[in-house]
């Protein structure tokens, strides 16, 4: 019973020490100028599931300015004069960091120095988006690998290829915020990969109804998810309209999913953009539930469903649904 549970212990203490260094809070050592601002105030922020919180704050003074709290180190954070303007991405690491922060539009003329990652990140900007296998190659154990491949190709992968680059990160990075979310997300996008049935679920309508997309089977549905917010939707609206009432009255129709967060933005754009189908939303902006049990990582996306409730295609748009609908009705 002893060697029982010394061995239970054991495997126990491995088991925290790989997840603390990943969950260790440390203390900022975060020190920077604004030269266009003598006063006023800096806000930090902390990035979590594609949305920027406000965690602290610090007054300039004479223009300089300095953070000493404790936080994840190496992570993600933002750095605004307003919390309502997008902020400066900004990879922080437990040693000391100074950053020359412009105030002016886009932070262009911005400087860090100290911070290993921040140069990944911005060397990975200013190569264009390369290749993610061969960036995870580069930089196996940064925190910037496992961002990048959390927030800018896990909607364009696979839940195989997904899975492969997950086990191409380092060990260290294995038990971060960003990695077991994208471990959580491999089995959902293989539940609803085509060939599979579609996931059901309900939602509120704008005039405050619950509908279910099940509902609606019996037809071909497009499940559309977008947003007010989303200039690229906006822009695929007309194509989805012209399609809706070209193949309405032969069994189409599509069952609008928004992630808007403002009721009346979401309606104005309902009517702004004629958007004559069923829509829903929880206005939860990315933690809407039926984005997240679709694996919806950006928007615009869609899934194609047969009249079984069959999924038989995703992320369709312009010419390729065009081709897709024109295919299924020909051959009815």
Known sequence: MKKQLLKWLAAHALLLAAVLPALAQQNLQLSGTSPALSSGKVYLQKFHNKMFRTID??????????????????????????????????????????????????????????????????????????????????????????????????????????????????????????????????????????????????????????????????????????ASWCPPCRAENPNVVRLFQKYRSKGFSVFGVSLDRDKDSWVKAIRDDKLDWPQVSDLQFWNSAPAKLYGVRAIPANVLIDPNGVIIARNLYGAELEKKLAEVFSAK
């Open 57 to 226: 704050s610090a007054n300039i003074e004479n223009g300089k300015f300095r953070f000493g709290s404790r936080v994840e180190l190496p992570e993600l954070y933002g750095l605004t004069f307003d919390q309502k303007r997008s902020p400066y991405y900004i990879f922080l690491e437990a040693k000391p960091i100074t950053v020359q922060l412009d105030s002016a539009a886009r932070y262009r003329a911005t400087r860090v120095t100290g911070s290993v990652s921040q140069d990944i990140f911005l060397a990975y900007r200013e190569a264009g988006d390369p290749e993610i296998g061969a960036f995870i190659k580069a930089h196996p154990a940064s925190i910037v690998a496992a961002y990048v491949l959390y927030r800018e190709w896990s909607y364009r992968l696979s839940p195989e290829q997904l899975s492969t680059h997950i086990g191409q990160l380092d060990p260290s990075l294995q038990q971060t915020a960003y990695v077991t979310t994208l471990k959580a997300l491999v089995p959902v996008l293989q539940a609803v990969q085509p060939g599979n049935r579609a996931r059901d679920f309900s939602g509120t309508t704008p005039e405050g109804r619950t509908i279910r997309l099940s509902d609606h089977f019996g037809k071909y549905v497009l499940i559309d998810f977008w």
